[in-house]
């Protein structure tokens, strides 16, 4: 009466051993598959084939066209430090001057209005301070305080607690200017560094621009160095572009007299063929099968 029971544990002590199982069939069938469909002797034929072409490629096309490429970097270079000079020498560096000039010393007044608030503000503080420790001074029972007895809120003559009140509330208000005030003065700080930054750069830039003309560069050398430079680097990738559609030409005369195109297709179907037949391992009908096989060898296995 506990068959069905029996059989279920049963199968799923099968479905767990046919994971490893699978996993050794996926090997070998992909094995068997790269073994059968195998290209490798084929593009050996090919590289023997082609090795004397490839090496007339080599000597008369990929060293040329390595060298021109060589030479296209250094004019590149050339040209690149051209436009570098150039641009210094087109800047108008007393209009920048006179901008970041501008700039800094109108930040730097921003910065001594800043610092003179602050200055303020640490007054105010003080101030404040100064009128409530006086303020608990005579509540402390002194000849102007209260003699000991409960303040009022309000008082026309005596001392009363809304002065207390304000004297906090103007510390407390110079505390926060304080606070804010310094914020204000570290990034107005950091933009007259800036500034000061700027106007050394632009210096720096003029004193490059001096330095180019003392050595005898001036706008009309520069422009016709880059120039020439552009022209060359025209007729230099003109050339490389040549000397490799003659490199493909003579490729290509090269496989059709000895065979190669016909080899390249036949790797291509043994590409294709073994692509398929990898595919196949997961398709259903092999499944079944390789299912079937595997229960039949464990129950086998076990005598059943």
């Given at each position: 009466?506990?068959?069905?029971?029996?059989?279920?544990?049963?199968?799923?002590?099968?479905?767990?051993?046919?994971?490893?199982?699978?996993?050794?069939?996926?090997?070998?069938?992909?094995?068997?598959?790269?073994?059968?469909?195998?290209?490798?002797?084929?593009?050996?034929?090919?590289?023997?084939?082609?090795?004397?072409?490839?090496?007339?490629?080599?000597?008369?096309?990929?060293?040329?066209?390595?060298?021109?490429?060589?030479?296209?970097?250094?004019?590149?270079?050339?040209?690149?430090?051209?436009?570098?000079?150039?641009?210094?020498?087109?800047?108008?560096?007393?209009?920048?001057?006179?901008?970041?000039?501008?700039?800094?010393?109108?930040?730097?007044?921003?910065?001594?209005?800043?610092?003179?608030?602050?200055?303020?503000?640490?007054?105010?503080?003080?101030?404040?301070?100064?009128?409530?420790?006086?303020?608990?001074?005579?509540?402390?029972?002194?000849?102007?305080?209260?003699?000991?007895?409960?303040?009022?809120?309000?008082?026309?003559?005596?001392?009363?607690?809304?002065?207390?009140?304000?004297y906090k509330s103007e510390r407390d208000s110079a505390a926060y200017a304080i606070g804010r005030y310094k914020s204000a003065r570290s990034s107005i700080e950091h933009r007259v560094d800036e500034a000061r930054a700027t106007v050394k750069r632009i210096k720096d830039a003029r004193q490059e621009m001096f330095d180019l003309k003392k050595a005898g560069f001036d706008k009309r050398i520069v422009t016709s160095a880059i120039n020439s430079g552009t022209n060359d680097l025209r007729a230099i990738g003109e050339e490389i572009a040549q000397l490799a559609k003659s490199r493909d030409d003579y490729v290509h005369q090269a496989k059709l007299s000895l065979g190669v195109y016909a080899l390249e297709k036949e790797i291509e179907r043994l590409t294709r063929e073994k692509g398929a037949r990898i595919k196949a391992f997961d398709s259903e009908p092999v499944i079944l099968d390789r299912k079937a096989k595997h229960r039949e060898e464990w129950l086998a296995a076990r005598g059943k």
């Open positions: 009466m506990f068959r069905w029971l029996i059989n279920l544990v049963q199968d799923a002590r099968i479905a767990f051993a046919y994971l490893s199982y699978e996993r050794e069939c996926k090997k070998q069938w992909v094995a068997d598959a790269e073994r059968t469909y195998s290209a490798a002797q084929v593009e050996q034929d090919i590289k023997a084939r082609m090795a004397e072409p490839m090496g007339h490629v080599s000597y008369e096309f990929d060293a040329p066209i390595s060298d021109l490429e060589s030479k296209r970097n250094n004019v590149r270079r050339v040209v690149s430090e051209a436009k570098g000079k150039l641009a210094i020498l087109e800047r108008d560096y007393k209009s920048e001057l006179d901008s970041a000039y501008q700039t800094m010393n109108a930040t730097r007044d921003e910065l001594a209005e800043c610092r003179g608030k602050l200055a303020s503000a640490y007054d105010d503080l003080s101030s404040a301070k100064r009128s409530l420790d006086s303020w608990y001074s005579r509540a402390e029972g002194n000849w102007f305080g209260n003699a000991g007895e409960k303040l009022p809120k309000h008082s026309f003559f005596g001392q009363d607690l809304s002065d207390r009140d304000r």
